[in-house]
Structure formats: C-alpha cells, structure tokens
C-alpha cells in the first residue's frame, strides 16, 4: 500500500480546534488499512512566532515542500496584532504560497440541501449546488510592478497623493491556470466558464486568447464559454448552477469565490486547496488544503468551532493529491449524511434545527456516517 505523507500546520485560534477531527479521520483509515499515513506536524502563524519568531520556521518550510500533501489550519489573533509586519502570522501562509509556487486556488461551493435554507438566496436557486471556482494566485494586480503610492509634483493636482497598482498576466501564467481548470472540468460536467474584462483591460484581451487557444488546441471535448466577471458575479447570484468550472485571474477571483462562498451558507462548510506545477519527474503537484475561514478568536476554545471546512479539506487532498478521489466522495457524503440527520454547530443552526453538536461532536458524527457509508 502506498504511504503518503501529510505535514499537518493547525495554526492558532480554531485552527488546532479543526484540526484535531482530520486527526481522528487520518486515523481511522490508517487503522482500516485503508491508505497509510504519515504525520507530522509543525507550527505556523502566531505559535510559530511564540516559538521562533518567525511565522513559519526554515525547518518546517521543509517539512512542507516534501510533503504529499499541506493541511493548513487557520493563524492570527489580536494576541500578534502588534508583532512586526514581516512576522506577522499571515506571513507565514504568505511564504508557503510563495514558496510552493502554489498558482491554483481551488474553490469549490456546495450547497447541501439541508442547509439550502441557511443561504441568502432562495431555496430553488442554491439547491444541489456544485460549483468550482479555480483562482489563478501568484500573479495579476495584487503583484505587479509598479505597486506605489506618491505625490502629484506639477500639474492642477500639485501635492495630492496618486496610488498605483499593476495588473500584469504573462502568457504561461494564464496557460497553466487553464490547463488546471479544463483538467478539473473533466472530472465533473466538462464545461468551463472563463471570467475576465475583455472590453475594458488588456490582461483580459490576452486572458481570452489564451484561454480560447488552450481549449481548441487541448481540450476540445470541454464547452467553454466566455463571461464578463461583472456578468458573471451578476449569473452568480441570479442562477450559479448554469456554472460547472470558473477559471479567473487573482483580482476577480478573490471577489467571485467570496460570491459563490456565501450562496452555501456558512464560513465553517467551506474548504479550498492551492495547487502547483506538476512535478516533472512524478507528476506530482505541491499543494495546500485549507479551510477559507480564519482563526475565529472569538468562539476559540470554546468547542463552538464547526469543523467541515477543515474535514471538506481534507477530502480535497484525498481527491487532488492522494489518488484517492472514491473516498473523497465517500466523505463528502458523510457530510451530507450528518447535516441531514439534523446535526449542527452553532453557525449553521436555525430557529428549526437548533445547535446541537460541538466540534468534537460534529467531528465524530462524520467519522461515524464514513464508516456507514464505507
Ligand atoms: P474568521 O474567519 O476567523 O471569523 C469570522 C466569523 O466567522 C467569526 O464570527 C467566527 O467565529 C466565524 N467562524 C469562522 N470560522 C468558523 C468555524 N469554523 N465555525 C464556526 N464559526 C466560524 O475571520 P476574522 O474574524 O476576520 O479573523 C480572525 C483572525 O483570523 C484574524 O487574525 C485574521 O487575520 C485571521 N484570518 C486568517 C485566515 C487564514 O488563516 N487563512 C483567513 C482569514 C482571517
């Protein structure tokens, strides 16, 4: 039976909370002989920085580039907010990011039907919802140069401040993000919506091209169509299930995936992963899983914490890095299973399924419904 091996960073706040049920699942099937693992944990964020001073230390940034797979739990919390810029927590995912060369944010947005009721939208338009947004992330206006803020010297404006950021994409940057999203697509409906701003941005000219001779030239059994991202956030909220795969650059990734995010309902359910190259020689990609929530200093300790986005994390990394995509289904449904017996942490609770279940107690009632399911 192949091994593979899992660095596990829970983090600060809620992160060691979460963490602490995909423990319990990695467990559960080495002990079934299902897959074997192996372990080890490291510190990351403000814990890092108690320990070391730094947000994420040499020695575990090694630990994270050979690993199969990065679980990453959640860092910050008002104790560091004083610490030094370079240091503060989020420095810490900051540079593995960087350093994994992880360009491929994965987003997915459930809606599970017993928490249809939980979103914003109407029941029939959030219902069965299964989306994919993939994010391009190293790259775009959040990194290009020039990135400043100066004063005017001449002119009708004469000492007012101007600030500039840059939006740069290069061809290749645009040509893996798509490979990445058409590869996705194939493993669902095969249909990929490309987002970008063609009619007003250059990046969005070269974006489209790009995108449209990755599709005729390599994958010409997916449908693509392409979508305005103002039109898009617009569908997204008006019908998101006409959507399978988003693929979309930095910018307006952030904004799309924080849309489709709040059509599922709560922080606690939503997990991602960020993927990079393949490995020339494996074919393997570096990868973190994580869940999109943060550290939440205010309900930490407190077994308040709802651990899916963690637990729909890991299922990420069954799915994305250890080949063991049939379990990830299994696990996903498992989720499903808890939530329609009526189990719920206090985020996702209602005036009709009140909270009856903490972390742990959710944590185990997925274990539970897996080994059903298994
Ligand atoms: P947050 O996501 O930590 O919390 C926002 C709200 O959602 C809080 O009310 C919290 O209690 C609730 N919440 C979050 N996750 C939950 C869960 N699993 N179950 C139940 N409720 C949950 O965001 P914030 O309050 O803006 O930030 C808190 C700290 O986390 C800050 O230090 C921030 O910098 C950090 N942060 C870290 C990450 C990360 O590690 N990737 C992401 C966002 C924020």
Not at 66 to 74: E, Q, T
Not at 330 to 351: M, P, W
Request: proline letters at 4%; hydrophobic letters at 45%.
């Amino acid at each position: 039976m192949t091994s593979h091996s899992l660095f596990l960073l829970p983090g600060d706040g809620i992160g060691p909370e979460v963490m602490a049920e995909v423990e319990k699942l990695v467990h559960w099937f080495s002990k079934q002989g299902i897959a074997r693992f192996e372990t080890d944990r490291g510190l990351v964020g403000g814990s890092a920085y108690d320990a070391h001073g730094a947000a994420i230390s040499e020695a575990d940034m090694a630990k994270a580039q050979a690993a199969d797979a990065v679980l990453f739990g959640a860092v910050g919390g008002p104790k560091w907010d004083k610490v030094p810029y370079e240091v503060r927590p989020e420095a810490g995912l900051l540079r593995l990011r960087k350093d994994l060369g992880l360009f491929a944010n994965l987003r997915p947005a459930i809606c599970y039907p017993a928490l249809a009721d939980a979103s914003s939208l109407k029941r029939d338009v959030v219902e069965g919802l299964d989306i994919l947004i993939v994010r391009e992330l190293t790259g775009g206006v959040y990194f290009g140069e020039p990135k400043v803020i100066g004063t005017r010297d001449d002119g009708a404006h004469k000492g007012e401040k101007y600030a500039i950021d840059t939006q740069v994409y290069d061809t290749y940057e645009i040509e893996r993000i798509a490979r990445v999203a058409f590869d996705l697509a194939k493993t669902r409906k095969n249909k990929v919506s490309s987002a970008e701003k063609r009619n007003v941005m250059k990046t969005g000219v070269l974006w489209n091209e790009v995108v449209t001779r990755i599709h005729q030239t390599e994958y010409p059994d997916a449908a693509l169509d392409h979508v305005l991202a103002d039109n898009c956030a617009m569908q997204l909220v008006r019908w998101p299930k006409q959507f399978d795969v988003i693929v979309t650059d930095n910018l307006f990734g952030d904004v799309l995936s924080d849309v489709a995010a709040m059509l599922t309902g709560s922080l606690g359910m939503l997990p991602s992963a960020s993927l990079g190259a393949p490995d020339a020689r494996t074919g393997r990609r570096k990868s973190l899983y994580e869940p999109v929530h943060g550290s939440a200093p205010d309900i930490a300790g407190k077994g308040y914490a709802n651990p899916i986005a963690m637990i729909g994390s890991f299922a990420m990394a069954l799915r994305y890095s250890l080949n063991l995509g049939d379990w990830a289904d299994k696990l996903d449904r498992a989720i499903a299973a808890v939530l329609a017996q009526g189990i719920r942490t206090r985020d996702i609770a209602s005036d009709a399924m009140p909270a009856n279940a903490s972390t742990s107690e959710m944590g185990e009632a997925i274990l539970k419904a897996l080994q059903k399911i298994a």
